[in-house]
T-cell receptor, first 113, second 114 residues
Framework: EAGVAQSPRYKIIEKRQSVAFWCNPI?????LYWYQQILGQGPKLLIQ????????DSQLPKDRFSAERLKGVDSTLKIQPAKLEDSAVYLC???????????FGEGSRLTVL | AQSVTQLGSHVSVSEGALVLLRCNYS??????LFWYVQYPNQGLQLLLK??????LVKGINGFEAEFKKSETSFHLTKPSAHMSDAAEYFC????????????FGGGTRLMVKP
């Protein structure tokens, strides 16, 4: 079994400000993902980590988004500067061992005003 | 390249009625297909998945889905809806069983009327 804790659950900022989200995968499995879920849409992959390394960040807007995973466990996702269109729920997920199932956290809801 | 289309962003059924949520996919390789459920203010939870073998897949909470290659479909069904089934449902496709490169559909919100 796996579990993913995310914080903060809610964040409201003004455009051009910065924000950071934390992901704590309780089980510490090797593969970790960040997804962006805009209201009314399905989740979209932003970045995938395998241990400390980045496997796929092709859809990450690198001019404003950055992510890191220290020690192969916890991860942070940062947005600087934020734009209105960044308003979304940011979901962190880890992959269960041997199953391919992704275990998602409850998400961090960002509102950019 | 792969994509998922979920027909109907909102579906409303009466309690006890059949639930049918539609999903069509496109994939350049044999697909691995998933259904996830998202309850309000919660993360996504896996309902069921198709990898290889039997095309009728049974999942949790009485849900099942059938992979039809000729129709490129993976519709989700439940014989009798329960109030607790009210949630958002996402169909997803991946080129592998590892959960990588998962592409989600836009979701279908299921409402269950008493």
């Amino acid at each position: 079994e796996a579990g993913v804790a995310q914080s903060p659950r809610y964040k409201i900022i003004e455009k051009r400000q910065s924000v950071a989200f934390w992901c704590n995968p309780i089980s510490g499995h090797a593969t970790l993902y960040w997804y962006q879920q805009i209201l009314g849409q399905g989740p979209k992959l932003l970045i995938q980590f395998q241990n400390n390394g980045v496997v796929d960040d092709s859809q990450l807007p690198k001019d404003r988004f950055s992510a890191e995973r220290l020690k192969g466990v916890d991860s942070t996702l940062k947005i600087q500067p934020a734009k209105l269109e960044d308003s979304a729920v940011y979901l962190c997920a880890e992959r269960g061992l041997g199953t391919g199932e992704l275990f998602f956290g409850e998400g961090s809801r960002l509102t950019v005003l | 390249a792969q994509s998922v289309t979920q027909l109907g962003s909102h579906v409303s059924v009466s309690e006890g009625a059949l639930v049918l949520l539609r999903c069509n996919y496109s994939s350049s390789v044999p697909p691995y297909l998933f259904w996830y459920v998202q309850y309000p203010n919660q993360g996504l939870q896996l309902l069921l998945k198709y990898t290889t073998g039997a095309t009728l897949v049974k999942g949790i909470n009485g849900f099942e889905a059938e992979f039809k290659k000729s129709e490129t479909s993976f519709h989700l069904t439940k014989p009798s809806a329960h109030m607790s089934d009210a949630a958002e449902y996402f169909c997803a496709v991946s080129p592998n069983n590892a959960g990588n490169m998962l592409t989600f559909g836009g979701g279908t919100r299921l409402m269950v009327k008493p």
